[in-house]
């Protein structure tokens, strides 16, 4: 079994919402960092959001922020994305990334992070929006 297995992505309209899953196992869950990236074919990847799992605290990057909530269900090691009003823009793959050890709330919660700082990730799941 993969440390970070993502589901719930497909194909929608625009204005649609759709709620992304990242399953954690065979890692450290509590006091981690969980992060959400996607990329789009032909650009660099971005991040979304991150949830401090030592807690519930959140960082939403701007491009995103206000159609975008990232939440955890602690006793069953998942971080969720939740996306609403889908835009054609935000079709992409979307990934899941966990923090190399263990971080702080600060350091998650803040969006002091880089990509290179997450030590595990899922294979990805499909967001197509039509219009």
């Known amino acids: 079994q993969l440390p970070l297995v993502e589901s719930g992505g497909g194909s929608v309209t625009a204005g649609g919402s759709l709620r992304l899953s990242c399953a954690v196992s065979?890692?450290?869950?509590?006091?981690?960092?969980v992060a959400w990236f996607r990329q789009a074919l032909g650009k660099e990847r971005e991040g979304i959001a991150s949830?401090?799992?030592?807690?519930?605290?959140?960082y939403y990057a701007a491009s995103m922020k206000g159609r975008v909530t990232i939440s955890q269900d602690k006793a069953k090691n998942l971080v969720y994305l939740q996306i609403m009003s889908l835009k054609p823009e935000d079709t992409a793959m979307y990934f899941c990334?966990?923090?190399?050890?263990?971080?702080?709330?600060?350091?998650?919660?803040?969006?002091?992070?880089?990509?290179?700082?997450?030590?595990?990730w899922g294979q990805g799941t499909q967001v197509t929006v039509s219009s």
């Open positions: 990334a966990a923090h190399r050890g263990v971080a702080t709330e600060k350091y998650c919660s803040g969006g002091y992070w880089a990509e290179a700082d997450f030590g595990y």
């Open positions: 949830i401090w799992t030592g807690g519930d605290s959140t």
């Open positions: 065979g890692l450290r869950y509590s006091d981690n960092c």
